[in-house]
Each structure stands twice: as C-alpha cells, then as structure tokens.
C-alpha cells in the first residue's frame, strides 16, 4: 500500500527544513499543527471533529488528562 500524497507532501517538508524543525525554537504545539494533525488527517482521522460526534466517540481528544496514583496528569 502506498502513502498517501499528502503523507509524502509532509516528508518532503520537513526534510527541506529539517534544521528549523529541530531548534529549540519549534515547540511542542507547530509540531502538532505543522505535522501531526495532518498526519493524522491524511489518514483519515477526523483531527478537527468536523463531524461534530460527543466526546466519547471523538477520533482526537486534544489534551487528555488521565488520574495517575491520585492526580490529574497531561500524557506527552
């Protein structure tokens, strides 16, 4: 099975700018924006919710939170 073009398109983008993707200055939240949520898109993930389904049947839940021995934490 081949990637999709748009996976392709990602590849070839941060290969000719893979030196601004890896300073310290590209965070956490241009990667997601930049690269995973259309990642994700192209496979045919609903990253946006376009769909409009309630939480529990959401493809994405953007910044889940799990209880971890009594507290609240943001998995990485």
């Given at each position: 099975?081949?990637?999709?073009?748009?996976?392709?398109?990602?590849?070839?983008?941060?290969?000719?700018?893979?030196?601004e993707y890896r300073s310290s200055?590209?965070?956490?939240?241009?990667?997601?924006?930049?690269?995973?949520?259309?990642?994700?898109?192209?496979?045919?993930?609903?990253?946006?919710?376009?769909?409009?389904?309630?939480?529990?049947?959401?493809?994405?839940?953007?910044?889940?939170?799990?209880?971890?021995g009594g507290f609240t934490k943001?998995?990485?």
């Amino acid at each position: 099975m081949a990637a999709p073009p748009e996976v392709l398109e990602l590849v070839e983008r941060f290969q000719n700018n893979a030196a601004e993707y890896r300073s310290s200055t590209y965070n956490e939240t241009m990667l997601r924006r930049d690269f995973l949520d259309p990642l994700f898109a192209a496979l045919g993930w609903d990253v946006a919710n376009t769909q409009g389904v309630d939480l529990a049947h959401r493809d994405v839940i953007h910044e889940d939170a799990i209880k971890i021995g009594g507290f609240t934490k943001a998995p990485e």
